[in-house]
């Protein structure tokens, strides 16, 4: 006799929570994500289905393969898993899981998925990050991208939260938090590091603006 797991029809689609990998399309007019370990070739949209990694046509999740989206039910676990050194750079997401599931002790893996928030972390000097900035590597087409704040962001290419949230679409929300665990952690609202680190990205700004004046006053001299 063939065991069958229990059939859960839930009135409301659950809840989850993951980490991922925030990118941007090589043009710019496209922003997702990707995962940290089993589907980080395959960048994935707000709203989206997921597929075999492995390639096979069967219909993810399958119960005899691993693949399909997955996260966890509880935020503080997620959390955790930023800690390690390769995921200091990832982002939490608050997802909502669509279709077909697999429960765990800790967790779904699911069909389709909404992500509906996506909370980036500090900048790596500590600071609240103003920016989402290139992270200096990426995935055929698309660029990873990281939270960073305005002193640190330099001339990389960068693109602010409300616009990764634009890109992403389907209504996702983007914000910037601190670390409340460290010692002298800031709290809510902007300060005056976060304001001078605004000051410091918008003379990065600036001083690209002019320099790209003065080359085409140049070019129309020459």
Known sequence: MRLRLPEERPTEPPTGYKIARLVLSHDGARAGFTGVSLGAALPYGTLDAAHCVYGRR???????????????HERADAEALLCTGDHRGAALLEVTVLGAYIRFERGFRYARQRVRAVTV??????????????????????????????????????????????????????????????????????????????????????????????????????
């Open 121 to 222: 972390r500090p900048c790596g000097c500590g600071a609240r990050a103003a920016v989402l900035a290139d992270a200096g590597w990426g995935r055929p087409g698309w660029r990873v991208v990281e939270g960073v704040c305005g002193a640190c962001v330099g001339r990389r290419t960068s693109l602010r939260l409300a616009e990764f949230a634009r890109l992403a679409g389907d209504g996702v929300t983007v914000a910037a938090t601190v670390d409340e665990s460290l010692p002298g952690a800031p709290s809510e609202g902007m300060g005056v590091p976060e304001l001078v680190a605004e000051a410091a990205l918008l003379q990065a700004r600036l001083d690209v603006f002019q320099g790209e004046l003065a080359r085409l006053a140049r070019e129309e001299r020459g």
């Open 58 to 72: 069967h219909a993810a999740p399958h119960r005899r393969c691993d693949c399909g989206f997955h996260c966890v």
